[in-house]
């Protein structure tokens, strides 16, 4: 898997964000997007999900041979604070709805996802009360344990304790090694283990 960005763009009205941004992500590397609060680290990650459309340029997902863009989005996860949960779901209600459109990784069961996250005694709960950094989790452990080779995470220890982040480095350690990961990060802790840091302001006019 590979992602190409071809001296792409995106402007908000007269404003570019980011211009001219060529770049080859490549599988089994770890990215961190960083730059300054509003320099558009969460636009560049959502524009390389699909889930918003860049300007200019080109935005290619690659696997053996090009895929076609209207399918990229079966090959990325992603996990971002301003992505919502279905709060009327329980967590066993949620996984077991998620597998049904995104399989998860070999082996893992809604059951053990569960266990990992350390969430069995909220299985049964409702979402809509759960705290924000039990939320957190589960939208990383969405992300990370989809089978899917790239892996997107926006400010991925966002409401985290030490026993959260840990889990998260957890995560990575022990899913992440073989797949394409980037995150959007300001945080040396969200980012350390990346191998490859972009910075935005290197794209701006
Ligand atoms: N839908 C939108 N319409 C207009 N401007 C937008 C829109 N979304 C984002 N922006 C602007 O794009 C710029 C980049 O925002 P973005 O959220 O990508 O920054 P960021 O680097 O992720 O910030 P932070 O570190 O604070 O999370 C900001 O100036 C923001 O106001």
């Given at each position: 898997?590979?992602?190409?960005?071809?001296?792409?763009?995106?402007?908000?009205?007269?404003?570019?964000?980011?211009?001219?941004?060529?770049?080859?992500?490549?599988?089994?590397?770890?990215?961190?997007?960083?730059?300054?609060?509003?320099?558009?680290?969460?636009?560049?990650?959502?524009i390389?999900?699909?889930?918003?459309?860049?300007?200019?340029?080109?935005?290619?997902y690659?696997?053996?041979?090009?895929?076609?863009?209207d399918?990229?989005?079966?090959f990325?996860?992603?996990?971002?604070?301003?992505?919502?949960?279905?709060?009327?779901?329980?967590?066993?209600?949620?996984?077991?709805?998620?597998?049904?459109?995104?399989?998860?990784?070999?082996?893992?069961?809604?059951?053990?996802i569960?266990?990992?996250?350390?969430?069995?005694?909220?299985?049964?709960?409702?979402?809509?009360?759960f705290s924000?950094?039990m939320?957190?989790?589960?939208?990383?452990?969405?992300?990370?344990?989809?089978d899917?080779?790239v892996?997107?995470?926006?400010?991925?220890?966002?409401?985290?304790?030490?026993?959260?982040?840990?889990?998260?480095?957890?995560?990575?350690?022990?899913?992440?090694?073989?797949?394409?990961v980037?995150?959007?990060?300001?945080?040396?802790?969200?980012?350390?283990?990346?191998?490859?840091?972009?910075?935005?302001?290197d794209?701006?006019?």
């Open positions: 898997m590979k992602i190409l960005l071809s001296d792409a763009g995106k402007r908000y009205n007269r404003e570019w964000i980011f211009r001219h941004l060529t770049y080859e992500f490549e599988q089994a590397q770890a990215y961190a997007i960083t730059g300054n609060n509003g320099s558009g680290k969460s636009t560049l990650l959502q390389i999900s699909g889930a918003v459309q860049h300007s200019e340029g080109t935005i290619q690659h696997e053996d041979d090009l895929i076609a863009a399918v990229q989005h079966r990325a996860a992603m996990a971002a604070p301003y992505l919502e949960l279905p709060e009327e779901m329980t967590l066993t209600e949620f996984l077991t709805f998620h597998q049904s459109f995104k399989a998860f990784l070999p082996g893992l069961t809604v059951k053990t569960i266990a990992l996250l350390g969430l069995e005694r909220a299985a049964a709960k409702q979402i809509r009360y924000s950094g939320k957190q989790r589960v939208k990383l452990a969405q992300a990370i344990l989809s899917v080779p892996v997107l995470l926006d400010e991925p220890c966002t409401n985290l304790d030490a026993d959260g982040i840990s889990l998260y480095h957890r995560l990575i350690n022990e899913y992440c090694a073989e797949r394409l980037i995150v959007s990060s300001n945080d040396e802790v969200e980012y350390k283990f990346c191998n490859h840091k972009i910075s935005i302001m794209y701006k006019e």
